[in-house]
């Protein structure tokens, strides 16, 4: 079994994205596929998690690398949940924006109980990982 590997701004195609969105329960408009390719090009931080070839994790944010991070979309498939991937997609978002940079995201309510065991602070709208310097 190879292990997992993690590409930053890797090219995947709105079919890859509908699929892993499918495939993690996250909900999303998957049946829009030219809205699908929408948020792939105007995201302009993309960190994805594979099993081989096989796309079983995304994060997708939106940020300036020198003040804040929108975390707009983190997905994992349901069958590689709970083994790190989430985590791992997130460590990987934080070390490409910097520790100047301030990530945020707003929770879906059957995930609020996740975002605090990866280092999420709650503040009274969403979720937030300060700045360090």
Known sequence: MEPISYRNNARISPEQLADVFRRSGIRRPIEDLPRMA?????????????????L?????????????CYLSDLAVDLQYQKGGIGRTLVNQ??????????????AAPEAMQYYPKIGFESVPNGWIIKRTA
């Open 93 to 106: 978002v934080r070390e490409a924006i910097g520790e100047k940079s301030v990530l945020l995201l707003l």
């Open 38 to 54: 929408a948020m792939l090009a105007h995201a302009n931080l993309l960190v994805t998690a594979w099993d081989g070839e096989r």
């Open 56 to 68: 079983i994790g995304v994060a997708r944010a939106l940020t300036d690398f020198s003040y804040c």
